[in-house]
């Protein structure tokens, strides 16, 4: 990995010449570019990342849990799992176990009220900002002694260029939205019948899934590019796609590893206790929720990093 310069300084030569071969770049070969680590190296590192200065990030994400405990979620912890039991019958079965976890999966991002949505973005932006500036902190060169109210005063200054970031990549998803609804209209109204129409819708909507995809996948670091200092949208778009380039695939496929390692964790922690102690499980399933936020930033900070270094 290259140590020789900083964060800003490696970044600003990538920008500067985004493809890297001078004014003969229609004619450039393909460059080599080392391989990237696995994903059990990145689920590694990313461990290692966050016991950095667990004190920090765990404040960090109970402060996050509480404001979304009481703004969005309400006080009543979300599902009743012991309600759930009437209307799966027995829990002794592993599909009522399922069938309850995917609930409490699928349920954990609906509030009790209209505006909860718009209070869990926010929070959601806000948390991403401190943990953001408090990773770029703990791996700097000298790291010095970060408090809490440091990461949320001091890392909310990038609020605005990364909300635009956010409008591009909501704009980059609509292939995914617009092949989604022509699918579920296709389907509902009947329109594919037989088993060819089927298939066909299916690969349209799959097409437009994996556009989306690919699309996003350099717009996810231009996240936390953008949140360095002097640095702009466009720039950290264009720097972001650099990162990317050649290799957007390999790249993709090492960010959906980490919803599925997610779902995986969950699953073996709470389909046990479902079985054990129901009455405990969406409690559970809440204290492990408001960890996921620091987790997805810290996989995906420490994959960007990854990029930057090579």
């Excluded at 890297?20 to 570019?33: F, L, Y």
């Excluded at 509480?66 to 039991?85: H, M």
């Excluded at 909310?156 to 909300?163: K, N, R, T």
Aim: with cysteine; aromatic share 8%.
């Amino acid at each position: 990995m290259c140590k020789s310069r900083s964060w800003n300084q490696r970044l600003g030569a990538d920008d500067a010449n985004p493809r890297g071969t001078g004014r003969h770049w229609r004619v450039a070969e393909r460059p080599v570019r080392p391989k990237l680590a696995s994903v059990i190296g990145l689920t590694k590192a990313t461990y290692r990342l966050l016991l950095k200065d667990w004190k920090l990030i765990l404040g960090i994400a109970l402060w996050y849990g509480v404001l979304n405990l009481v703004l969005v979620r309400g006080l009543n912890g979300g599902l009743n799992v012991a309600e759930l039991q009437a209307q799966f019958g027995s829990l002794n079965s592993i599909a009522s176990a399922l069938g309850i976890f995917s609930l409490l999966v699928s349920s954990s991002n609906n509030g009790a009220a209209t505006d909860a949505s718009a209070y869990q973005t926010i929070l959601i932006v806000i948390t991403s900002l401190a943990l953001i500036w408090s990773f770029r902190q703990l791996l700097a060169d000298a790291p010095q002694k970060i408090r809490i109210r440091d990461s949320f005063y001091r890392g909310m200054y990038p609020l605005i260029p990364v909300l635009l970031i956010v409008l591009v990549i909501s704009v980059q998803l609509l292939p995914m939205l617009i092949a989604s609804a022509l699918y579920s209209v296709v389907i509902s109204s009947g329109i594919a019948v037989n088993t060819a129409e089927v298939i066909i819708s299916l690969l349209i909507l799959l097409a437009g899934i994996v556009w989306s995809l690919l699309l996003i996948t350099p717009s996810i670091f231009a996240l936390y590019i953008v949140s360095l200092p002097e640095m702009t949208p466009l720039r950290a778009l264009r720097s972001a796609k650099a990162l990317v380039r050649y290799r957007r695939p390999t790249v993709l496929r090492k960010i959906l590893f980490l919803p599925l390692l997610i779902i995986l964790i969950l699953a073996a922690i709470i389909i046990p206790i479902i079985f054990v102690a129901p009455v405990l499980a969406q409690w559970v399933y809440l204290a492990l929720s408001i960890l996921l936020l620091p987790t997805i930033h810290g996989y995906l900070y420490t994959l960007y990093r990854e990029l930057l270094d090579e």
